[in-house]
């Protein structure tokens, strides 16, 4: 399983950005995608999934109303949709893949991409 994150970037406070996750080599479609950030100095915490078969989504309290997961199945791609940014949004935005297990815990990992919120 492969997993490519991109859209990152530096946006004024008040602005919107859109992340992109690419995935492929997965065997079923039993599988969720879920969005992860992690902001200087502080842990990796997960903020939204969309599950690939049933589209059923999760988001953490931190970002309901702001950001919005989706999926486009036939171009295997999974995006976060991010609006309303505020500065505490900076952090290093990671998409991971969990098969058969809960999106918290996921088996695989993409790279990051910086998300930079200017005040």
């Known amino acids: 399983v492969q997993l490519q994150a991109s859209g990152g970037g530096l946006v004024q406070a008040g602005g919107s950005l859109r992340l992109s996750c690419t995935a492929s080599?997965?065997?079923?479609?039993?599988?969720?995608i879920g969005w992860f950030r992690q902001a200087p100095g502080k842990g990796r915490l997960g903020i939204a999934c969309i599950g690939h078969s049933d589209g059923r989504t999760y988001y953490d309290r931190s970002v309901t109303g702001r950001f919005t997961v989706s999926s486009d199945n036939a171009k295997n791609t999974v995006y976060l949709q991010m609006n309303k940014l505020k500065p505490e949004d900076t952090a290093v935005y990671y998409c991971?893949?969990?098969?058969?297990?809960?999106?918290?815990?996921?088996?695989?990992w993409g790279q990051g991409t910086l998300v930079t919120v200017s005040s």
């Open positions: 991971a893949a969990s098969v058969g297990s809960s999106w918290y815990q996921p088996d695989y």
């Open positions: 080599g997965f065997t079923s479609d039993d599988y969720q």
